[in-house]
């Protein structure tokens, strides 16, 4: 085969500069005894994790130079630049299955945020976790004393549900739920929107109310944290644990083709053409699977999905306006930075040691607007936060636009989806489920799950 097989850990591919050149098909059978998996993000990489418990091979084909899917992290003279704003909830029930928190070195930040109201900042804190700043943030302007009883509420009722319960429960917009709650207006626009708006990147809060119950009773019972060496290591910690010779990188599918029930072919880019008679498992972002199926449209009917904009600078430390792991959220209701944090704060590793780095994320792509403008806007915005002196040293270090962020999950949704498309043929990812990393997990598993029940190799 032209892609030599590597570890995970090395992340290196060397192939034969030709092979795309390849005119005609070059049929491989030497794999047919093993499931395919096309995606090494989460979804997929959970999916080879549950194949590989369970001793069935399989081989994991990814069409980029790492695994991770959108959850990446650069390396850019000697910053972390995770690839956009991403939170790691430690609550997540089935990454906590999964995942080694410990070797992760995960770094917590501060629980709750300051919001930019006014021409100056408000703290709103966890009062389990913060009493006295809780306390103390009752008179500010970001929200009533009701506001926050009802927060307690809201606290209370998630937790008395299960999983299952939230996600087949009734559903509204976030918007909607909280207004029938009985949120004032101005907590709602002060905090909800920019928090939960940078949550779900969707500023008008349209999401379903399943996805917010979720992520708040994970909110209360764990903490917001990022791994150490970058978000990127979560992936990374997942690939480690697999067969050396079961990752393919560098290998772009261009379709599927589902001969039978018992085999089918998957034809790469270089013009070679995988066999398989165990199954396939679809582990790609919603729009990729339309171009893999042709003629197989998944939902006609879909959502625009939802996209977003990180840029990073870097600063010397004496020149950021805290110390504290704190996330900064736009409640002024004007202007394009939804949030921003100081990621050095919350993990020193993330810079050299003289300096900091600071995120700042919008919501949207703002796809008219060149990165110079919208770097300058941002410079600005930002300015009339910390003042034009500091942040006029910072320096701009990357703009991030991605364009398909998460899946659109307003009402009305199905967070339960059958990952069977047909057979010998399965779907995951976080659109099959909710768009977290949690729901990427979940979907992983349910599509090696159900390939296993319908192939009899699922160990009772």
């Known amino acids: 085969m032209p892609v030599t097989l590597l570890s995970p850990l090395s992340f290196k591919i060397k192939f034969n500069p030709q092979a795309t050149a390849l005119k005609t098909p070059q049929f491989n059978t030497l794999n047919k005894d093993k499931v395919i998996i096309i995606g090494a993000g989460l979804a997929g990489l959970a999916a080879a994790t549950k194949l590989h418990s369970q001793n069935i091979p399989f081989l994991l084909l990814e069409a980029s130079d790492a695994v991770g899917g959108r959850v990446r992290t650069d390396t850019l003279n000697g910053f972390l630049l995770d690839r956009g704003f991403q939170i790691f909830i430690t609550a997540y029930p089935e990454a906590q299955k999964l995942l080694d928190y410990n070797a992760l070195n995960l770094q917590k930040f501060y629980s709750g945020a300051k919001i930019f109201h006014n021409g100056r900042f408000h703290t709103v804190a966890d009062p389990l976790r913060h009493f006295g700043d809780s306390l103390n943030s009752l008179a500010n302007p970001i929200g009533s004393a009701l506001d926050k009883l009802l927060i307690g509420l809201t606290r209370i009722r998630v937790l008395s549900k299960s999983d299952e319960e939230i996600f087949s429960a009734g559903e509204v917009s976030v918007l909607d739920l909280l207004k029938s709650i009985g949120f004032s207006e101005s907590i709602i626009e002060r905090f909800f929107k920019p928090f939960f708006g940078g949550i779900f990147f969707d500023k008008e809060l349209e999401t379903s109310s399943r996805l917010f119950d979720f992520i708040f009773k994970c909110l209360a019972l764990g903490d917001n944290t990022i791994p150490a060496k970058g978000i990127g290591e979560i992936p990374n910690q997942l690939a480690a644990k697999l067969p050396s010779d079961s990752i393919l990188l560098n290998t772009k599918v261009v379709s599927v083709d589902l001969n039978s029930r018992n085999s089918a072919n998957v034809w790469l880019q270089n013009g070679e053409v995988l066999n398989t008679e165990l199954g396939i498992i679809l582990a790609v972002e919603?729009?990729?699977?339309?171009?893999?199926?042709?003629?197989?449209?998944?939902?006609?009917?879909?959502?625009?999905?939802?996209?977003?904009?990180?840029?990073?600078?870097?600063?010397?430390?004496?020149?950021?306006?805290?110390q504290d792991p704190v996330l900064f959220l736009n409640g002024s209701g004007k202007g394009i930075v939804n949030n921003m944090f100081f990621a050095t704060n919350v993990a020193p590793s993330y810079a050299p040691s003289d300096k900091a780095l600071v995120s700042v994320s919008l919501i949207g792509l703002f796809e008219d607007v060149s990165d110079d403008n919208l770097r300058d806007e941002v410079i600005r915005e930002i300015s009339g936060w910390f003042g034009s002196e500091m942040v006029g040293s910072w320096e701009h270090l990357r703009t991030y636009r991605i364009r398909f962020a998460q899946p659109n999950q307003s009402p009305p949704t199905n967070l339960m989806k059958n990952p069977k498309r047909e057979s010998g043929l399965y779907l995951c990812g976080d659109y099959m489920t909710s768009a977290t990393f949690d729901g990427a997990l979940v979907s992983g598993r349910r599509a090696a799950e159900a390939l296993m029940r319908e192939r009899a190799l699922l160990s009772v």
């Open 286 to 322: 919603e729009p990729e699977v339309d171009k893999l199926l042709p003629g197989k449209e998944l939902n006609p009917q879909r959502k625009k999905f939802r996209s977003t904009v990180c840029l990073y600078f870097s600063a010397n430390r004496d020149k950021i306006p805290v």
